[in-house]
């Protein structure tokens, strides 16, 4: 659930005046918001904790980076006064505990704000700061982990195990020496698994499979899998268990945030608890993923990805968030919990059906800063977008788009990307949703511009779709449509960077061009 509309209204009034406080959360990640206030700001929100928390409290960073759709994560800084706080801070938040920053209107009550992990206390007396990560950038490893049993490690595939019967193409059995042998194979509960063969002769190959019983991986599929075919194997060849995790993108998404292998947190709590990062499933904002799930839909079929996750992985978020960022796909943290976002082609006339996150014009912007025609981001722009499948293939496995020749110089032919990690059915409808969105972004430099808006403008998160009306601003598109400045200019949110202390919001978006502008 995100702010309520009266906090969000308070956050616009340039003279309200705010409590502050940062909230340890108890028990780890899976715990909800309630432990100790240990700081808060001179209006006091806490009748024991100390008048600690003074200028700055800014966050930093959160962004989407264009063409890639690799997000960065932000950072919050807490200021500190004196040395009474910087001893607390020290005993009670070394690096790595989680913390939740609470703000509360006068006479309001706390609203979660930002939900982190404390990763440095820096200054010097008399005054400090306390660095908070992003909770998303904390799931680098499970909350719980114990070095002592190499659980930090993300996504661990099951121990290789020999067969113990012979294995022919058509079997829908694979059978091993025990039943203890089956603990090296995993998958989602209710879902099914993938095996990689590894026969005496020909080429290994990836199998499914749905049950156990005994020494047996039952319900074995007919076929091979993921472009591979199914050989004869031998007694001993090896057969190793995959990280395999099937949905939707944005439940993809939702099922590694949650899971914990215990089936306990939520309904997304479904993977085994090596693929999984146990974030309680209170700081996910289902509500707000689900909307933005309904904008990614094919033409026909399913919107099944069926991905594989290279693991082990010592830094689990880059291993999830690499392959999602194929299908134009990010968690980002908005107003205190973690959600998806996807790249949406907004310039057509419904707008992709995004939301329309924040009208941002003349009432609530304090500066128009800089504008650029060309966001560099984008090197060249492009004749078109080609998604990949399974093989890359200039003939077949490959869904293009493209929005006819650019005016501009240089150029290139076309933007690739390889989805083949992730698109095991319904490969070309799904590669072709993923090219269309990404199309407009691709094929034409957008425009892109950054404002100074008053404190509200921090429920923007990367991605979210925005309104313009400036007279400072004008571009290509504006040109073509026969305006002299932006009049409710639909473009994304790529950073926004708050200054809680100061009152103010640096949002940068990005201007897509439609295929008839050059």
Avoid at 283 to 312: C, F, K, N, Q
Avoid at 473 to 502: K, P
Wanted: glycine share 12%.
């Amino acid at each position: 659930m995100g702010w309520t509309s009266t906090f969000i209204a308070a956050l616009r009034a340039p003279s309200q005046r705010w409590g502050a406080f940062l909230r340890w959360v108890g028990g780890g990640w899976g715990a909800a918001v309630g432990g100790p206030a240990l700081f808060t700001s001179a209006a006091k929100l806490h009748p024991t904790a100390p008048a600690a928390i003074t200028d700055p409290v800014t966050y930093q960073g959160q962004g989407i980076t264009l063409g890639t759709w690799a997000p960065s994560y932000g950072t919050l800084s807490v200021g500190l006064a004196g040395v009474a706080a910087l001893r607390l801070a020290l005993t009670s938040i070394p690096k790595g505990s989680p913390v939740m920053l609470q703000l509360r209107p006068g006479g309001g009550f706390p609203t979660d704000v930002f939900l982190g992990q404390v990763q440095d206390i820096t200054g010097r007396l008399p005054d400090s700061q306390v660095v908070i990560w992003d909770i998303i950038a904390a799931m680098r490893s499970r909350w719980d982990s114990d070095l002592s049993t190499d659980t930090s490690q993300a996504f661990k595939p099951g121990n290789s195990q020999p067969l113990a019967a012979n294995y022919s193409p058509g079997d829908t059995t694979l059978t091993f020496g025990s039943s203890g042998a089956l603990a090296s194979f995993d998958r989602e509960t209710g879902g099914t698994g993938l095996v990689l063969v590894t026969p005496s002769s020909g080429s290994p190959f990836y199998l499914t499979w749905t049950g156990k019983s005994g020494s047996t991986l039952t319900g074995v599929s007919a076929a091979g899998q993921r472009n591979t075919t199914a050989v004869g194997a031998s007694i001993a060849d090896q057969v190793q268990g995959q990280v395999y995790i099937t949905g939707h993108p944005m439940d993809i998404a939702r099922k590694v945030m949650a899971s914990t292998g215990t089936g306990a947190n939520g309904a997304w709590d479904v993977l085994p608890a090596s693929w999984g990062f146990g974030i309680s499933d209170a700081y996910i904002d289902h509500v707000d993923i689900s909307t933005w799930r309904a904008l990614l839909s094919p033409s026909a079929g399913s919107y099944e990805l069926r991905m594989i996750i290279e693991g082990p992985a010592d830094d689990g978020l880059t291993a999830i968030q690499s392959l999602l960022s194929l299908a134009g796909v990010w968690m980002c943290q908005r107003q205190g919990r973690i959600t998806v976002r996807a790249v949406v082609d907004i310039t057509t006339a419904g707008g992709g059906g995004a939301p329309v996150a924040m009208s941002i014009d003349r009432t609530n912007v304090l500066e128009w800063v800089e504008f650029y025609q060309f966001d560099s981001s984008i090197a060249l722009e492009h004749y078109g977008v080609r998604v990949d499948y399974y093989q890359p293939s200039a003939f077949g496995g490959a869904a293009d788009e493209s929005s006819g020749a650019p005016a501009t110089q240089p150029t290139g032919y076309r933007m690739t990307y390889d989805a083949t990690a992730l698109i095991g059915q319904n490969e070309l409808n799904i590669a072709n949703d993923i090219a269309e969105r990404i199309r407009p972004w691709a094929c034409r430099r957008p425009s892109v511009g950054t404002m100074i808006c008053t404190l509200d403008a921090a429920r923007l998160v990367p991605g979210d779709v925005v309104s313009v009306t400036s007279p400072a601003y004008m571009d290509r598109q504006t040109v073509a449509d026969g305006r002299n400045s932006f009049v409710g200019r639909r473009g994304m949110v790529l950073t926004v960077n708050v200054n809680w202390t100061g009152g103010t919001v640096a949002v940068k978006v990005a201007f897509p061009m439609r295929a008839a502008v050059g």
